[in-house]
C-alpha cells in the first residue's frame, strides 16, 4: 500500500464485508475509524448487503502505519502508573488493544461473511467494531491531552497473531478473541481504573469506565454466538471451549478472574477453570 495520506471515502462502502474489508486495509487510522463506523450505521440501518463477488480480497495483516514499531511481546516494559510516563505507556498500550480489537471484530464478519448465520450475527458484531473504533479514539483523545500520542512508543503484535491462528475456524475464532482476549480485559480493567483513579487521573479512569461497561457487551456477544454454534454441531460448550483453547491457543489462562462480569456476560466458571495455570504464587 502507498504511504500517502488516503482520505475517508464513502465509496469504499459497497457491501458489509466490502465496507469491513477497506476498514480493515486502512493504514491511515483517521480512515480506518471512519470506515469501520460508517459501515456499522451503514449496516444497522438495512442500507448494505452482506456481500458481492466484487468485494476486495481479505489481507492476512490490517493496514497500519509506520509508527508504533511492532516488537515481541517481552521488549514492553511496565512502569509504575503515579508518572506521567508510566501512565502514557499504559495508555499506549491500551490504545493498541484497542486498535487490534477494532480490526478484529471486522475481521469476523469480513473473513466468515459466507457463514450460515443469522443476520444478528453480523448486527453484533459490527456493534462491536463500532464500539472499539470508539475506544480507540477516546484513548488516543486521552494520550493527546497528555502531550503524546499513539505510535510514540514500540507495540507487540501477539493480539493479531493470536486470532490468525483460527482464521478458518469460526467457534474456534470467538473461542480465542472473544471468550480469551476480551474476557481477560473484564479481569484487568477494574483494579487498573482503581489505580488510576487514586493517581489522581480521573479522565482515564473515566474512559477506562466506558471501555469495561461495553466489553462485557462484546464478551456476551461473543458467549451468545460461541454457544449458538456449539448448539448447532450438537456439542457441549464449555467442553468444546476447552478442546479450542487447547488445540488454537499458547499457554494457560491466568488468574484472577472477575467471575461475576464473566458470568453476567454469560461465561460461567465450568468454561475456563481447567485451563488455568496450576501452580500460584
Ligand atoms: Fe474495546
Ligand atoms: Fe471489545
Not at 484497542?98 to 443469522?118: K, S
Not at 483460527?166 to 467457534?171: F, G, V
Request: proline residues 7%.
Amino acid at each position: 500500500m502507498s504511504g500517502t495520506l488516503q482520505m475517508p471515502r464513502e465509496d469504499d462502502i459497497t457491501t458489509l464485508r466490502g465496507g469491513a474489508t477497506a476498514a480493515i486495509l486502512a493504514s491511515d487510522l483517521d480512515r480506518k475509524v471512519f470506515l469501520a463506523q460508517e459501515t456499522a450505521r451503514r449496516w444497522h440501518r438495512r442500507r448494505l448487503s452482506l456481500r458481492s463477488p466484487l468485494d476486495p480480497p481479505l489481507p492476512d495483516r490490517p493496514g497500519r502505519p509506520e509508527k508504533p514499531l511492532l516488537v515481541p511481546p517481552k521488549n514492553t516494559e511496565k512502569r509504575s502508573l503515579h508518572t506521567l510516563p508510566g501512565r502514557l505507556a499504559m495508555l499506549h498500550a491500551l490504545a493498541h488493544i484497542e486498535l487490534n480489537a477494532v480490526d478484529l471484530a471486522l475481521d469476523i464478519v469480513a473473513r466468515f461473511a459466507t457463514e450460515p448465520v443469522p443476520q444478528s450475527f453480523f448486527d453484533g458484531w459490527m456493534q462491536v467494531a463500532f464500539e472499539e473504533a470508539k475506544h480507540f479514539g477516546m484513548v488516543r483523545d486521552r494520550m493527546r491531552a497528555l502531550g503524546a500520542d499513539y505510535g510514540d512508543m514500540p507495540a507487540h503484535d501477539g493480539l493479531w497473531q493470536a486470532a490468525h491462528a483460527t482464521r478458518n475456524d469460526l467457534t474456534a475464532r470467538l473461542a480465542v478473541v472473544p471468550l480469551i482476549l476480551e474476557a481477560r480485559g473484564l479481569d484487568v480493567t477494574p483494579s487498573l481504573q482503581e489505580k488510576m483513579r487514586e493517581t489522581g487521573d480521573i479522565e482515564s479512569a473515566d474512559v477506562l469506565n466506558v471501555i469495561y461497561e461495553d466489553e462485557k457487551g462484546h464478551v456476551a456477544i461473543g458467549a451468545k454466538w460461541f454457544r449458538f454454534l456449539c448448539a448447532r454441531q450438537k456439542r457441549d460448550p464449555a467442553r468444546t471451549f476447552q478442546e479450542l483453547v487447547r488445540a488454537n491457543f499458547r499457554g494457560a489462562l491466568k488468574a484472577p478472574f472477575n467471575d461475576i462480569a464473566r458470568a453476567e456476560a454469560g461465561l460461567t466458571p465450568s468454561f475456563y477453570r481447567s485451563l488455568t495455570a496450576t501452580s500460584h504464587a
